[in-house]
C-alpha cells in the first residue's frame, strides 16, 4: 500500500488512539477488593517503627509503605526503594544506592535522610541488636547511604531486608516530624503502592491506589480490608460477595469452602511456628518441637517425643504432684483461641490445671511484649528470617518477646553474631537449639498451614505469591476479573 499524507496522518491517529486507550488502562485503577481478616485492626500495624516479630503488621505495611529491600516473588532479598547495594568484605559495611523517582503519597522524594531517619526511628523487633552494632549511618550523596557496623554483621540484610523486622521499611522523616507519633499513626503516610483514606478503629481500614508508585500503578483502585472474628461470618461474607478475600478458614469450615462453587480454597505456608512459653518454668516433661521454623537456614530438628498422658501424670506424682497441679491462667490470641482449647484440654487431662485467657491480638501482643503475662503463654510467630533472628526476639536477653535467658545460650548467641565462618555458625546456632530443648525453655506445637479462600471476582489474590508469607501481597500485583 502506498502511504500518502493523507492516510499517514489516519495511521498516526490511530496509533496514537491505541496508546491513549493502554496508558488509561494502565493509568486508570479500577474496582474494590474486601478482605475479611481475622483479628481487630490496630493503628500500630501502620508505623514499620512499631513492628514487633510478627507477621500481622506486614498485611498493611506491603500496601502502605515500601522498603530499601524487601521479600517479593522469586526474590527473598529484591530491590525496592533501593535499586542496588554493596558489602564489604569484611560485612562490616552495607551501602545502598536508592531508586530516583521514588515519591511518598505526599509527593516527596524517597531521601537518604529519610532512611536515616527510618532507622534512628525504629524501636520494633531487633532495634536492639541494630543499635547495639551501628558505629555510625552516614548519608554520602543525595542517592546513596551508608551503614557502618562495629564488627562484622554477617545477618544484617536478613534482619534489615525481609519481614524478620521493619528497620528497612522508610516513613517521611518531614511529615513525621510535623504530625509526631501518633498523628503518624492516625493518617499514615508511605511510599507503597496504596495511601491511606480513612480507618474506623477494630472495624475497617481503606485504602486507595497511588498512581505514583515506582514499580507499577496497582490494577484495583480501592482496597478494604474489615475485621471479622468470627470464622463463620468470613466464610458467610465470603459466599455472599461481600469479601473477595477471607483469611484463616480452618477445619470443617474449610473443607465446605473447597465444596462451594465459585469459590477457592488457598492455604500459605508462613514460617509459623506456635509454642508455649513457661514465664516461672513450670517443671513437666519436654514437649516436642521447635520453635524455629524447618525451613530456616540454621534450623535443628529436636528428637521427636511420644504423646504419653500416663508418663505426664507419672513425672508430676513424681515430683511431688500426685493430684496434679493448678498452673493458673492459659494466655492465648483469641485468633486462635481453638488452638488454646485444644491444647487446654491435654494439660488437664495429664493433670496439669489451667485456665483458658484469650485476648485480643493486638493486646495479646502488647502485654506480650510488656512481660505482663504470666503462667503459661501460647504464642507464635510468622516473621521470615532465619535461625538467628528467631532467637534474637524470642530467646536473646533483651528480645521483644524474652521472659528470661541462660548465661551459656547468650554467650553463644553473641559468639554467632558475628561468625563469618558459615559452618561454625551453623554448629553454634544449633547448639543454641539444643539447649533451649535439653532446658525446656519452650513447648513447641506445630507449624500450621494458613488456610484461606478467595471468591469469583478474584483473578490474582497475592496469596502465595511470595514465599513464606501468609497475606496477599504485592498489593500492586492484585487483579479483578
Known amino acids: ?39 481487630s485492626l490496630a493503628p500500630a500495624w501502620f508505623d514499620p517503627a512499631e513492628t514487633v516479630g510478627i507477621i500481622t503488621p506486614f498485611m ?36 545502598f544506592v536508592l531508586r530516583k523517582g521514588a515519591r511518598f503519597h505526599n509527593g516527596e522524594p524517597v531521601t537518604p535522610e529519610d532512611v536515616k531517619f527510618s532507622f534512628e526511628r525504629y524501636r520494633g523487633a531487633g532495634a536492639g541488636p541494630f543499635k547495639a552494632r551501628l558505629a555510625s549511618i552516614d548519608v554520602v550523596d543525595p542517592q546513596r547511604i551508608r551503614f557502618r557496623f562495629k564488627q562484622p554483621w554477617p545477618d544484617f540484610m536478613t534482619f534489615y531486608g525481609t519481614p524478620a523486622t521493619a528497620a528497612g521499611w522508610i516513613v517521611p522523616r518531614k511529615y513525621v516530624e510535623k504530625v509526631g507519633d ?25 485504602l486507595e491506589a497511588f498512581d505514583g508508585y515506582w ?7 480501592r482496597l478494604v480490608f474489615k475485621s471479622v472474628s468470627e470464622e463463620e461470618t468470613r466464610l458467610a461474607m465470603l459466599k455472599r460477595a461481600e469479601a473477595d478475600i477471607a483469611y484463616s478458614i480452618r477445619g470443617a469450615l474449610a473443607e465446605e469452602l ?45 528428637p521427636i517425643h511420644p504423646y504419653d498422658v500416663a508418663r505426664a501424670r507419672r513425672l508430676l506424682a513424681e515430683a511431688g504432684y500426685p493430684n ?29 490445671r489451667v485456665k483458658p485467657r484469650p485476648l485480643e491480638r493486638a493486646a495479646f501482643i502488647a502485654q506480650n511484649r510488656d512481660k505482663k503475662l504470666k503462667n503459661i503463654i501460647q504464642t507464635a510467630s510468622g516473621a521470615a528470617g532465619n535461625a538467628s533472628t528467631r532467637l534474637d526476639a524470642f530467646v536473646a536477653a533483651g528480645g521483644t518477646f524474652t521472659y528470661g535467658s541462660y548465661p551459656d545460650i547468650e554467650g553463644l ?18 547448639r543454641i537449639q539444643q539447649l533451649i530443648h535439653d532446658k525446656t525453655m519452650f513447648a513447641p506445637i506445630w507449624q500450621p498451614a494458613f488456610i484461606n479462600g478467595y471468591g469469583p471476582r478474584v483473578a490474582e489474590s497475592g496469596l502465595s505469591l511470595i514465599a513464606g508469607h501468609p497475606y496477599s501481597a504485592p498489593d500492586e500485583d492484585l487483579r479483578l476479573r
Not at 266 to 288: A, H
Not at 331 to 351: F, P, Q, R, T
Not at 413 to 430: H, P, S, Y
Open 60 to 95: 498493611f505495611l506491603y500496601a502502605l509503605h515500601d522498603a530499601l529491600v524487601k521479600s517479593m516473588p522469586g526474590n527473598a532479598l529484591a530491590p525496592s526503594l533501593a535499586e542496588s547495594w554493596t558489602v564489604s568484605p569484611d560485612s562490616q559495611v552495607y551501602e
Open 413 to 430: 548467641i553473641r559468639e554467632q553474631a558475628g561468625e563469618l565462618d558459615l559452618k561454625r555458625r551453623e554448629a553454634t546456632l544449633q
Open 1 to 39: 500500500m502506498t502511504i500518502t499524507p493523507l492516510n499517514l496522518r489516519a495511521l498516526i491517529a490511530a496509533l496514537l488512539l491505541t496508546l491513549s486507550a493502554w496508558s488509561s488502562a494502565v493509568a486508570a485503577p479500577e474496582g474494590q477488593l474486601t478482605w475479611a481478616v481475622h483479628v
Open 215 to 221: 514499580r507499577k500503578t496497582p490494577s484495583v483502585k
Open 182 to 206: 501518633d498523628g503518624f499513626k492516625k493518617a499514615p503516610i508511605g511510599a507503597g503502592p496504596y495511601r491511606f483514606v480513612s480507618f474506623t478503629p477494630g472495624v475497617e481500614l481503606v
Open 324 to 352: 496434679g497441679v493448678d498452673a493458673g491462667d492459659y494466655h492465648c490470641d483469641a485468633s486462635y483461641a481453638n488452638l488454646g482449647e485444644a491444647v487446654v484440654n491435654y494439660l488437664n487431662a495429664a493433670g496439669i
Open 258 to 302: 473447597r465444596r462451594t462453587p465459585g469459590l477457592t480454597l488457598m492455604p500459605t505456608y508462613p514460617s509459623g511456628t506456635f509454642w508455649l512459653v513457661f514465664p516461672e518454668q513450670l517443671g513437666f516433661s519436654k514437649i516436642t518441637g521447635s520453635i524455629i521454623p524447618y525451613a530456616f537456614e540454621f534450623f535443628w530438628q529436636p
